[in-house]
């Protein structure tokens, strides 16, 4: 005699385990691709960051006196870049730091190898001046000089993470439509199965929206309670792709404690309420257009 | 009041063509064909009418427009005062409330018990729960099985679901009445305990229409009828 008694027979003519598996299994999809794209745009903000500021100047015959006579080569180039607007801390790598940098080519001695190894000089490059006219400056200072900006780099990884929130997004929506059709089909089952139950309740003078509020809530209910599951499992997998990804983040070290970025926090629980909010939209219209074929 | 001026009806979904066709009504590669070929009728408030014709003359396709389950192609229905084919979806659902409804196959919801298929439209109307329980007590004793209240359906006679069917017919207190063949599956004895509870709501002031083809039926409850044949209105009075 409950005043909720199901009615339209829905526990049993609704399956409660397709939708759950496949909702989840589009969740954990979901989250996975939205995870993605955070940390592609993440590392891409902190690579563009570092990249596109920085500026490397290589001087051949750094301890061979200037063009203008006046002290050593590298000398003169770090005068140039001093005097350079939107140039900053110039500052030129001592011999133990070539040698690191150089370790993984040319081994522990690259210094006694007699090779004519350039003086490396480093700094930030705010971009308001012209590379070019920086270029021939140093060039006239020092000829042979080579200046290098991390701009073209940065365009690339700001390219990369562009095409990969492109396709995250074709992913979404992919997951949204593989997700919205699980569940048309699960209604149209629903509503076959239980075809002359809902024939009656027309009969007796139920609403459109009665029936329809009716498939939805089910629908809701198995969607969001599937999402929920999804977007949990991929919970640990994203623990641990992100403590795979920390040495590259720079956020932490690999044996520390690894952590999501506070938006995918924000985007978890998210995730159940769209799938729930898929799940109550798609039954509607399905109900509805299957109910306009009764009179 | 249910009216009928030059009503029209063909079937346009496949299945109901299909069993059209099976009836010999019509051929596999022809039009639908018309089912209901300009019926035009009146019966007044609180009147009862038999509407008879043999099996498949059209008589369950005129009770069809009477309850709302078709729309006709052509021509004008009013029921209960309302002219049918301006309404919307949603204004049909309501004024279908108001039409209770008794089917030979009884039509009750198998997974529901007695009690809860009898409180079926009033839920759906959104009755407070204490009026359905008095209500529907109070029905269900009026048609004999208070004591059976719990029973699913197919675990009732079939005069038991038929009394259960027309316990949910009249709950919501309805303007119009209608029965399709409701003494088909039912003994003599339970016919005549269901002719009588219909009577008693017309009594009550309810507009009935019962269709059948039980003459036997008719002799023994006399009012006007209304005799349908190759879906035309062939008698009146």
Same mark, same amino acid.
């Given at each position: ?6 009615? $339209? *027979? ?28 955070? %940390?592609?745009?993440? $590392? ?18 750094? +301890? ?9 080569? /590298? ?15 110039? /500052?030129?790598?001592?011999? %133990? ?5 150089? /370790? ?7 210094? +006694? ?35 290098? !900006? ?13 095409? $990969? /929130?492109?396709?995250?997004? %074709? ?15 699960? !209604?149209? %089952? ?14 007796? *003078? ?23 599951? *999804? ?59 299957? $109910?306009?074929?009764?009179? | ?15 109901? =063509? ?25 019966? &007044? ?8 014709? =043999? ?72 009755? &407070?729960?204490?009026?359905?329980? =008095? ?36 709950? @919501? ?57 190759? @879906?035309?209105?062939?008698?009146? @009075?």
């Amino acid at each position: 005699m409950a005043r909720r008694a199901d009615q $339209l *027979g829905l526990h049993s003519a609704m399956a409660d385990r397709l939708i759950p598996m496949l909702v989840g299994a589009m969740s954990f999809l979901a989250v996975l691709a939205i995870a993605g794209v955070i %940390a592609a745009a993440a $590392l891409a903000a902190q690579w563009q960051g570092d990249t596109g500021a920085a500026l490397t100047v290589q001087v051949p015959d750094a +301890n061979a006196p200037a063009a203008s006579g006046a002290g050593d080569r /590298k000398g003169a180039v770090l005068g140039v870049l001093a005097a350079t607007p939107g140039v900053t801390g110039p /500052k030129a790598l001592s011999d %133990a730091e070539l040698d690191r940098l150089l /370790k993984p080519w040319l081994g522990e001695d690259a210094q +006694n190898l007699a090779l004519p190894v350039p003086a490396v000089i480093t700094a930030s490059w705010s971009g308001a001046g012209s590379i070019a006219s920086l270029r021939a400056a140093l060039d006239e200072a020092a000829p042979g000089t080579l200046a290098e !900006t991390g701009a073209r780099w940065a365009a690339r990884v700001a390219a990369l993470t562009a095409s $990969l /929130k492109t396709s995250a997004a %074709a992913i979404l929506v992919i997951v949204a439509l593989v997700a919205s059709a699980v569940i048309a089909i699960a !209604t149209h %089952a629903g509503l076959a199965q239980r075809r002359e139950t809902i024939a009656i309740i027309h009969g007796l *003078g139920a609403l459109d929206s009665d029936i329809a509020g009716r498939f939805a809530l089910r629908a809701t209910l198995l969607a969001g309670f599937g999402a929920i599951i *999804g977007a949990g499992l991929a919970v640990p997998v994203l623990l641990w792709l992100a403590r795979l990804a920390a040495p590259f983040a720079g956020v932490l070290p690999q044996t520390g404690a690894p952590s999501l970025p506070p938006l995918l926090w924000v985007v978890l629980p998210a995730i159940p309420i769209a799938a729930a909010l898929i799940g109550w939209v798609t039954t509607q219209f399905t109900v509805r257009g299957w $109910l306009r074929g009764l009179a | 009041m249910v009216r009928f001026e030059d009503v029209w009806l063909k079937y346009r979904r496949a299945g109901e =063509a299909s069993l059209v066709r099976l009836t010999g009504a019509g051929s596999a590669n022809a039009a639908p064909p018309d089912v209901v070929s300009g019926v035009s009728f009146e019966i &007044p408030d609180g009147g009862f009418r038999w509407l008879i014709g =043999a099996s498949g003359a059209g008589k369950t396709s005129v009770l069809k427009l009477i309850y709302l389950a078709e729309r006709p192609i052509r021509g004008d229905i009013d029921i209960l005062g309302t002219r049918v084919g301006k309404l919307d979806r949603r204004e049909l659902a309501l004024l279908r409330r108001r039409i209770g409804v008794v089917y030979q196959d009884f039509r009750l919801l198998p997974h529901l018990s007695a009690y809860d298929n009898v409180a079926l439209p009033m839920r759906l109307a959104r009755r &407070p729960e204490a009026q359905i329980k =008095a209500d529907v007590t109070e029905l269900l004793r009026w048609v004999g099985l208070s004591e059976k209240h719990q029973s699913r359906p197919y675990e009732l006679s079939g005069g038991e679901q038929q009394r259960i069917a027309i316990a949910r017919a009249v709950i @919501g207190r309805p303007k119009l009445l209608v029965a399709d063949e409701p003494t088909g599956n039912l003994d003599d004895e339970q016919a005549e305990r269901l002719m009588l509870l219909i009577t008693a709501l017309n009594r009550l002031g309810t507009t009935v229409v019962v269709a059948t083809h039980n003459l036997g039926l008719v002799a023994r409850y006399p009012a006007p009828h209304l005799e349908i044949a190759g @879906g035309r209105l062939v008698a009146d @009075g």
